[in-house]
């Protein structure tokens, strides 16, 4: 089973009904595609490459593994979906902001990557494309969250 990385932008507002449906996921997978981003299979990778490891990071940096408020009815494969609020998730927004393609690139090391264990390179060993697989959800996510009406809508993260 893959373990694919999910975001959704919600209001606080519909955060709250949508944890009161009969069916959360059901009422969550209802919202428009726009409202939706994610970073596949690349999450553990673009956490390492945010935050230089592979462990839990308080803060906005380390939103990707950690963070929010644990939305127990948004009940996924891998927990509960966290929500990060309209606050919250502009911190978020402005850490990937600041840090462009290059900067990141340049983080990148295949071998520590193997070491790490990272998901899911663990699985096939280091390959030609992993880099710009990575960058290239980073670089969606970037764009999701830049479009977004930041003071109205939070994050909803999941992994399923």
Request: aromatic share 10%; net charge negative; glycine share 10%.
């Amino acid at each position: 089973m893959s373990m694919i990385w999910n975001a959704a932008a919600l209001t606080p507002s519909e955060l709250t009904e949508i944890s009161k449906a009969p069916d959360p996921f059901k009422a969550l997978r209802a919202l428009p595609e726009d409202r939706w981003s994610g970073l596949d299979k690349a999450w553990d990778a673009a956490h390492w490459l945010i935050t230089g490891g592979t462990e839990a990071v308080v803060g906005p940096d380390g939103f990707i593994k950690s963070g929010g408020r644990a939305v127990d009815a948004i009940e996924a494969s891998y927990g509960p979906g966290r929500y990060f609020d309209p606050k919250q998730a502009s911190g978020i927004r402005d850490i990937l902001l600041g840090l462009t393609r290059g900067k990141l690139a340049s983080r990148w090391d295949p071998e520590a990557v193997g070491e790490d264990q990272l998901y899911p390179f663990a699985l096939t060993g280091p390959r030609d494309g992993d880099l710009d697989f990575v960058l290239e959800h980073l670089d969606e996510l970037r764009d999701f969250l830049a479009g977004l009406d930041i003071k109205t809508f939070g994050l909803l993260v999941f992994l399923d």
